[in-house]
């Protein structure tokens, strides 16, 4: 096997676990508050990086940290979205098609936030992508549902993450800036669910066992594989890989709940899976028609 076909097989390997992951959640937040949830997963997954890059974190100044905070402030907000999303949808697999469509978003933020314009291929893709989301809205009055609304925008938030932490990783190493991010995002849930949440008196092994799930598997494995993957693959392989997770989390979601998409749902699905092939893969598809 070749460095690039292991890789790729990393990268499939991420996102199943990255699939996994939403099904760890769910079953944690059965027992603990959502927003409790997160902050101790996200709190543990820093700590577990904390030994690879303390070097580093002691090493910036004032400044970068206040900034590397301030981007985690953008995921910490997402993340909360989205857990807020899980708890009250009805449909796993149907979220992951809606925070997939954050890539997306990513250019259009990148114009407003930075006047980056975007590339031709994402306004070519874009129409797909919203009428995947009509069709995901089904029902006689063609609306978001409650649900539905959250995870577009914990989709957004997490696209202004992206940009932010585009331009500040420039300056910051990765590892450092993770583990900030990972801590900062677990503080907010737990800040978040001191005010508003109530912990149960007795919390079962079970809970536990889906709670270490979360912070070993679905957070620091999936981390330290997605890494490992992109080293050795080019941007527009991974990228079109990537795509497989809320395929994934369709398939552990129909497995584990036995939930079932309506047609208008798994047609939703299908165009937005199509605009994301077109926007992610758009070189490496420009390139294999060269070859043919």
């Not at 993340?79 to 899980?86: D, E, G």
């Not at 696209?159 to 990765?174: D, E, G, R």
């Not at 709940?257 to 893969?281: A, M």
Request: aromatic share 14%; net charge positive; proline share 3%.
């Amino acid at each position: 096997m070749t460095n690039n076909h292991r890789a790729d097989f990393i990268l499939v390997i991420t996102t199943i676990l990255a699939s996994a992951g939403w099904i760890f959640s769910r079953e944690a937040i059965q027992v603990l508050p959502s927003s409790g949830f997160i902050g101790l997963r996200f709190i543990l997954a820093s700590l577990l990086l904390l030994p690879f890059c303390y070097r580093g974190l002691l090493s910036i100044d004032r400044k970068t940290l206040f900034e590397a905070s301030s981007v985690g402030c953008f995921l910490g907000a997402a993340i909360l979205l989205w857990i807020y999303a899980i708890a009250h949808s009805e449909s796993l697999g149907e979220g992951a098609f809606i925070m997939s469509l954050s890539m997306l978003f990513v250019p259009i933020i990148a114009w407003l936030f930075f006047k980056n314009r975007p590339p031709r291929v994402f306004w070519f893709s874009l129409p797909f992508a919203i009428i995947g989301l009509i069709f995901l809205s089904q029902g006689s009055s063609w609306s978001l549902s409650g649900s539905q609304i959250w995870f577009v925008l914990s989709a957004l938030m997490l696209a202004v993450h992206f940009n932010l932490n585009s331009h500040f990783s420039q300056k910051i190493p990765t590892l450092v800036l993770t583990c900030i991010q990972l801590f900062v995002t677990g503080v907010l849930g737990i800040i978040v669910s001191l005010f508003t949440e109530t912990w149960p008196e007795i919390i079962g092994i079970e809970t536990w066992g889906w709670l270490a799930m979360s912070v070993l598997i679905a957070t620091s494995l999936r981390f330290a594989l997605q890494t490992a993957g992109q080293k050795n693959t080019t941007t527009a392989n991974a990228a079109i890989i990537m795509i497989l997770e809320p395929v994934w989390t369709v398939i552990l979601s129909m497995v584990w709940y036995d939930e079932v998409l309506g047609f208008t749902q798994v047609i939703g699905c299908g165009f937005i899976l199509f605009s994301l092939l077109i926007y992610r893969g758009s070189e490496k598809i420009r390139s294999f028609i060269k070859l043919k």
